[in-house]
């Protein structure tokens, strides 16, 4: 337990680093785990007190996989949102990577804590309340009245559901708990569990590039002022490969499509440093940006950035021959930024109306998507129709459009479509 | 700020029953799918260790998403140590992820016999073949163990006896004329299991037979269950021999047993006797027990109908069980129009004749077949 000792004496220097650099944090902990340990954590959405559901089991033998085939490597540290801040540690870790993972995870802390998206974040309570939640589905799953099979199919619908959101916000199992009839009391109670488990996610995903680009930001900025002292005591070898570390997080990937979030939030936020002019004015960003604005105010083209950072990289991570002309440069910069935009949370997930309308005798939901010009997946969505149809039981509309492969003056011409679902589930489409 | 290690805690048993939970649905996927697996594989001899791939969709967790092509203009998120593609390759064993994160597919490593399992499951034998495990069913053989002093008198062994009589005679140097009971002698013997039991199973089929994905399915599932009752039943040794014919018969591999296609005439004898041949070469039936499997489209030479059932009634005076097997038959099949085969039947008890249609079939071939085979062994 010496080493034990020996860290936390570093990670409080790092806490005296952070907290002098104007960082405002909650209480942290820090727990070291091993290697099963952190893929059930990574499985459990980070190490929430999740329930009982075969989709955890998924991720699990997953991740699993992936790790085991080096496909990926094992997250170093998983930081989540609660009330003292926990922060997971492999107990493999090299110790002066450890120390840099600090930083990390104070960024982290201070950003859950004060970034507006996590305004409505009740991070003290949320593990209480999963855990009661967990329990009470626990014991819907053991009670042969309620049944397993009924609880399964009540959580795959609002996994199907999980961040569905209409244009203001508002949450569809809100709105179910709110208009659906079937629903028993304790169906309402469950449904409400992993609605609270998605809103508390939903900001995570909402601010995933300036969060990590945050936490990437400050643990470079701790590994630097902290680098005489280490390698005074660890030696300028345990040093740099702490430095490769860090190299390897915000690396490009190999693939053009393939986006970093931790290269584009480190690198944003330098360029951000260097306009607004001191580290006081990232306070600021920090607090009141999400993805949303902090890319769209700051990730462009000014000055070659993005060629810089990212289109040359990406040339030389490939070692492609190819010879780029400055308008095909600029043109992949151009591209590389819109792909990023996309890559936000809140244009992953397409947005819908919800409404439930008469139709002849008996009520149907209707789905209106609000179209942005991407189409939907037809069979992705005939699916979550015949999940919601559980919890539903009544006919359901889906209201799109879809786009025609033929241009008209150079425009491709979109079509109303609708997919129904009857009564009995059955799923057709009509166009 | 706190620091604790718990690397030593025990990992999450909530998580163990969802990986258990998820198992059972890509089990229950399988068994979807399950004819189609097993047709690819070769399954005798019975080798249980085998590692099968299989190319398994990951169970959709549907939510509504933009189309693929879309989804990835916009970019995947991926974190920035996303791997080492050159390390990937020289992982082994166990299950391998092919395609990567964010594929819809991957490759899994099963067992053969979790395979297995989820057939004998679908074909509604696994019980059936489970109850085997463990049960023996042999005549016992009567072993000699020598001579001795007590016994019943119904083993008296007067030879010895007589002996003793004449040596104690010379001994006391008196003639008597009674035994005394000092010169009984009996006999003694013990019930011994044989130790070496030995079967062989003849599987023979038409070549002209056509079979469709299903039934080449139910086919080799039920000689599968054949081979692997004569194996559970506590036969030391077992031989497998297949046997392909059309007009003439020829030994071959268990691949091209189930491959093999020709639309010549059909000669069932030649099967049959190709089986007499050999049993005759190798297998005598005082040392082997003979299993006989003959599948047939019931499609046979007109003139070779007598000369099937002499050669059929010859094996039931050799074989310890016949099972003869139409699978498609059409209404003009050897069983529907030779009254001969029903009376050998009748005859024989060793002789099974069955149609192989669907599912159920397997379950009731695989019962009357152990049934009536576990009575002639037990005698």
């Known amino acids: ?431 | 700020m706190e620091i604790r290690n718990e690397s030593k805690r025990d990992s999450n048993p909530q998580l163990d029953i969802d990986v258990q939970r998820h198992k059972a649905k890509i089990r229950e996927e399988l068994k979807k799918r399950i004819s189609a697996l097993i047709s690819d594989q070769s399954l005798i001899p019975i080798d249980n260790s085998k590692m099968v791939t299989v190319r398994i969709r990951s169970l959709k967790e549907f939510r509504f998403a933009f189309q693929s092509d879309e989804e990835k203009k916009g970019g995947r998120l991926v974190p920035g140590e996303s791997g080492d593609k050159k390390k990937r390759a020289s992982a082994a064993g166990g299950t391998v992820g092919r395609l990567g994160p964010g594929s819809k597919e991957y490759d899994a490593n099963f067992r053969l016999d979790e395979l297995i399992e989820i057939m004998l499951d679908d074909l509604d034998v696994l019980e059936l073949m489970k109850n085997l495990e463990g049960t023996r069913y042999f005549k016992n053989k009567i072993e000699l163990m020598g001579i001795r002093k007590s016994g019943s008198f119904s083993r008296l062994n007067k030879k010895a006896t007589v002996k003793r009589k004449i040596a104690r005679e010379r001994a006391t140097k008196q003639l008597s004329k009674k035994f005394i009971p000092a010169d009984y002698r009996y006999r003694h013997s013990r019930e011994m299991p044989d130790a070496d039991e030995r079967a062989v199973i003849f599987l023979v089929k038409d070549k002209s037979g056509s079979m469709d994905k299903n039934k080449h399915y139910l086919a080799k599932a039920l000689c599968y269950c054949f081979v692997l009752y004569l194996q559970k039943t506590g036969y030391e040794h077992v031989d497998i021999c297949f046997i392909n014919h059309d007009e003439s018969a020829t030994e071959c591999s268990e691949e091209d047993f189930f491959a093999m296609k020709s639309d010549g005439g059909t000669k069932l004898s030649s099967g049959t006797n190709k089986v007499l041949e050999i049993i005759n070469e190798k297998y005598s039936p005082k040392e082997w027990d003979i299993y006989v499997w003959h599948a047939s489209d019931g499609e046979n030479t007109a003139q070779d109908n007598g000369d099937f059932v002499d050669a059929m009634e010859n094996l039931c005076k050799l074989a310890h069980m016949i099972n003869y097997c139409e699978i498609n038959a059409t209404t003009g099949s050897v069983l529907g129009s030779i009254g001969n085969m029903r009376d050998l039947a009748r005859r024989f008890s060793n002789l099974l004749l069955s149609k192989l249609d669907d599912k159920n079939d397997v379950k009731e071939i695989l019962r009357e077949f152990i049934a009536k085979s576990n009575e002639r062994r037990r005698g």
């Open chain 1, 1 to 431: 337990m010496d080493n034990l000792k020996a860290l936390k004496d570093w990670l409080l220097k790092v806490e005296e680093i952070a907290k002098n650099l104007g960082l405002e944090f909650v209480p942290q902990e820090f727990v070291i785990c091993n290697n099963e340990q952190m893929v059930e954590r990574q499985a459990h959405h980070g190490g929430y007190n999740l329930y009982p559901h075969w989709s955890f089991g998924k991720a699990k033998f997953i991740t699993r996989i992936l790790y085991d085939h080096r496909f990926s490597f094992l997250p170093n540290e998983i930081v989540i949102n609660t009330n003292p801040c926990t922060a997971f540690m492999l107990e493999t870790n090299p110790i002066v990577d450890n120390i840099m993972i600090g930083g990390h995870v104070y960024a982290h802390n201070d950003f859950f804590n004060r970034n507006v998206a996590f305004r409505l974040n009740r991070p003290e309570l949320i593990q209480t309340k999963l855990k009661r939640g967990s329990q009470l589905i626990q014991r819907c799953v053991e009670n042969p009245k309620f049944g397993s099979s009924r609880v399964e199919k009540l959580i795959d619908a609002a996994h199907g559901a999980f961040f569905l959101f209409d244009e203001h916000g508002n949450h569809f199992i809100d709105f179910a708990i709110r208009n659906f009839r079937n629903l028993s009391a304790i169906d309402q109670e469950i449904l409400e569990v992993i609605k609270a488990l998605a809103i508390h996610l939903w900001p995570i995903a909402e601010t995933k590039i300036m969060n990590e680009g945050w936490a990437s930001y400050w643990h470079f900025r701790t590994l630097r002022l902290l680098s005489d002292k280490l390698i005074e005591t660890f030696g300028a070898d345990a040093y740099h490969e702490a430095i490769k570390m860090h190299l390897r997080v915000i690396k490009m990937p190999r693939s053009f499509l393939d986006i970093n979030p931790y290269r584009i939030g480190f690198y944003t936020w330098n360029k951000a440093r260097k306009e607004l002019g001191s580290e006081k004015e990232l306070f600021r960003v920090r607090k009141n940006y999400t993805d949303e604005e902090f890319l769209e105010e700051f990730f462009n083209n000014k000055d070659g950035f993005i060629h810089e950072n990212f289109i040359k990289p990406f040339i030389v991570e490939n070692a492609s021959k190819r010879i780029f002309v400055e308008s095909q440069l600029r043109q992949m910069a151009d591209q590389y930024r819109d792909n990023v935009l996309k890559a936000r949370a809140d244009k992953l997930y397409p947005k819908f109306d919800f409404a439930i309308e008469p139709l002849g005798l008996v009520q149907c939901l209707v789905l209106r998507h609000i179209f942005d010009g991407r189409v939907l997946d037809s069979e992705m969505a005939q699916g979550t129709m015949k999940l919601i149809h559980y919890i539903w039981k009544g006919p359901i509309r889906l209201e799109t459009k879809s786009i025609s492969k033929r241009r008209q003056h150079g425009k491709y011409i979109t079509k109303d479509k609708i997919i129904v679902c009857n009564q009995l589930g059955d799923v057709e489409e009509r166009e």
